[in-house]
């Protein structure tokens, strides 16, 4: 196989397959299938909602793989690859040594090796590094202003609860209004959509739980027809949305009416809402709005910056290492301590080398401006409180 087209694959099947580390605090579930999507969600911060990536939006960024890759406008990349297969086929070892494990963790290598220290060169070529330096240290610091952001409003219950219900009241009828005649599929469709909103409402009424699964138990007409696939993810993606919002209204009774009340009859819903919003009056609900959607903005912009490395992960330590070359015999090093002196040159030297110009690199770059913007409102809205 030619180098640029196993990079080129490497690459994209990087954007299409990311590696999301656990120990990150994120879970990423695969929709594609049912809902044609990437779901990330933060089951440590139960005030959040799951963030959603649509399988069309990263199927773009596989895309722009091709010109990351080309050789014209990355040679570095290929100097670097060149040195790497050399490594694989060379196929020296390094035998059990006593300082191995902290040297793995010191270098952030998942083996103490020249070909793992060499795949972090390759992708340094491709990735700012300047992205991996900042994405661990935005990880602390996104747990800690999340944190302080959900404990301003379990102290205003009240006002949470108003901006819950006013949220759900807009996205509602934003959302039904997509279900009109125009939009056949949607709008065969409208009936089962409330039902179900309805259904899941009564559920958590009872106490009882709304499954991550419910909406893939919940049919609706034409999703098993290649021309009418597109409208029934949409409606369903519109009530996933819908349901998670749900969820966090479980706790009040009160809300869950409301919610029932304006699936029975949406031209009320200004009326419902503001109804409610005149007997709690006195709370700071515009305030505890507004700091609700920050949060959720900051982790929105988070869990994109993890996708992106799950990406770069992805590359580096998994797809990189299809690489097609023949090995030799594993050749054990002569000199553990000289081999490790090399790989840790190696991988000093990756975090001087400068990504090649492309949109990859434009889209790392915006990822961690928008993070910064986002954290910057965020702690803005905090400040208002104290």
């Known amino acids: 196989m030619q180098d640029n087209v196993f990079l080129n694959q490497a690459l994209e099947q990087s ?125 602390q610091q996104y747990r800690q202003d999340v944190t302080a952001a959900e404990e301003i409003m379990l102290k205003n219950q009240e006002a949470y609860d108003v901006s819950l219900i006013v949220d759900f009241a807009a996205k509602y009828t934003k959302i039904i209004r997509q279900f009109n005649i125009s939009n056949f599929i949607l709008w065969i469709n409208k009936k089962r959509f409330r039902f179900y909103l309805n259904e899941a409402a009564q559920l958590l009424k009872s106490h009882q739980v709304v499954s991550i699964d419910f909406y893939e138990n919940h049919p609706f007409r034409g999703e098993n027809h290649n021309i009418t696939r597109y409208k029934v993810m949409q409606c369903k993606n519109n009530l996933k949305q819908l349901l998670f919002l749900l969820q966090k209204m479980a706790h009040n009774p009160e809300l869950l009416n409301m919610v029932q009340a304006i699936l029975a009859k949406p031209q009320n819903h200004s009326q419902i809402v503001n109804e409610y919003r005149l007997k709690h009056k006195n709370c700071n609900a515009q305030l505890v709005g507004t700091l609700r959607h920050n949060m959720q903005d900051l982790f929105n912009k988070y869990a994109f910056l993890a996708y992106l490395n799950g990406v770069r992960f992805a590359f580096e330590n998994k797809f990189l290492r299809e690489c097609p070359i023949q090995k030799h015999p594993p050749l054990p090093t002569v000199s553990p301590q000289n081999e490790i002196k090399k790989i840790i040159k190696i991988v000093e030297e990756s975090r001087k080398i400068t990504a090649g110009s492309g949109k990859v690199t434009q889209i790392y770059t915006q990822a961690l401006k928008d993070y910064n913007d986002a954290r910057q409102k965020l702690v803005a809205t905090m400040r208002k409180f104290s």
């Open 15 to 139: 954007f299409l397959h990311p590696t999301v580390n656990a120990t990150e605090g994120l879970s990423m579930n695969d929709y594609t299938n049912v809902t044609d999507c990437l779901r990330f969600g933060d089951d440590s911060h139960h005030l959040l909602l799951p963030y959603a990536l649509a399988n069309q939006e990263i199927k773009k960024y596989a895309a722009m793989s091709h010109r990351a890759v080309h050789q014209r406008h990355n040679p570095r990349l290929y100097e670097e690859y060149e040195t790497y297969k050399h490594d694989i086929s060379e196929n020296i070892v390094m035998p059990d040594y006593p300082q191995n494990d902290t040297f793995r963790q010191q270098l952030n290598l998942p083996e103490v090796n020249r070909q793992a220290a060499q795949r972090k060169r390759i992708t340094a070529t491709i990735f700012p590094h300047d992205f991996i330096e900042q994405y661990l240290k935005i990880h």
